[in-house]
């Protein structure tokens, strides 16, 4: 057997309601596929360009913003990690491996519940699949308590909307099952 660092490929997403453990798990990932030697990349949505800096703004209730809005900037967000240099299609056209903490699947459940599930579709609709998709379903009553120690809640992070960003995530992912 050789010892070169194994070529994986693809594009991988983790989703889950918040406090679900996706950036932790992407974390622990990340540290074994580079202990391993396998090349890879990591992101998250919303991202840490200006973009996602205004959508993080408006998660913290510091700017508000109309849901509609807060659903064109995550597309517009995610339009600038899929394809600005070094993003996610660069990864994918040279061969590697792109993981995204987040993509599309968490617009469709969190903007489907504050515009309407027609409005993110739309948005959202020409954006390319991953290859694979693993959804952490985890008890709201576990993610909540996770995100107790948190120094501030965004506007999301309460139980009533976390029950139903989970069910509304279950009925988006059986659409693309």
């Not at 991202?47 to 800096?53: A, E, F, I």
């Not at 590697?96 to 599930?117: M, P």
């Amino acid at each position: 057997m050789s010892d070169a660092p194994r070529i994986l490929t693809g594009f991988v997403v983790f989703e889950g309601i918040d406090g679900s453990g996706t950036s932790t798990q992407l974390r622990v990932l990340d540290a074994r596929l580079s202990g391993l030697g396998i090349p890879h990349t990591v992101s998250a949505e919303p991202t840490d360009g200006p973009v996602g800096k205004l959508i993080r703004d408006a998660l913290a209730g510091r700017t508000p913003l109309l849901p509609e809005t807060v659903a064109r900037l995550f597309a517009a967000d995610r339009d600038e990690h899929l394809r600005s240099t070094g993003g996610i299609l660069d990864t994918l056209a040279q061969g590697g491996l792109a993981i995204s903490d987040r993509y599309i699947f968490s617009s469709l459940a969190y903007q489907g519940l504050t515009c309407g599930r027609d409005f993110p579709r739309f948005q959202n609709a020409a954006f390319p699949l991953p290859e694979l998709v693993v959804y952490f379903d985890v008890r709201t009553d576990t993610s909540m308590s996770r995100m107790a120690g948190r120094h501030a809640l965004d506007i999301y992070e309460n139980r009533d909307f976390q029950d139903r960003v989970a069910d509304e995530y279950r009925a988006v992912l059986d659409s693309y099952a």
